[in-house]
């Protein structure tokens, strides 16, 4: 299975980007959506990916798997 979160970063440090994300909790603490959104370091207002679910891991994968597909970024598995 891919891990898009490694496979970003890694295409980033090969191509000299710098790839950044935040988090964003939404909705009550016992029932939360959270909001990772990737960017590239010098487009800060150009999202690459972005993804929301009930937990964060789950979030930042499906932001990662986007921004992996928004730049043509090779997969790296688990």
């Not at 299975?1 to 994300?21: A, L």
């Not at 939404?26 to 150009?46: E, K, L, M, Q, S």
């Not at 798997?65 to 730049?71: N, P």
Request: glycine fraction near 10%; hydrophobic fraction near 30%.
């Amino acid at each position: 299975m891919p891990d898009f979160n490694r496979s970003i970063h890694n295409w980033g440090r090969e191509n000299g980007v710098d790839i950044r994300y935040s988090e964003v909790q939404n909705g009550p603490a016992n029932n939360p959506t959270w909001t990772v959104t990737y960017i590239r370091d010098g487009y800060p207002g150009t999202p690459i990916g972005q993804g929301s679910a009930p937990t964060k891991k789950e979030a930042k994968q499906h932001a990662a798997e986007q921004a992996c597909i928004a730049v043509g970024a090779p997969l790296v598995n688990w």
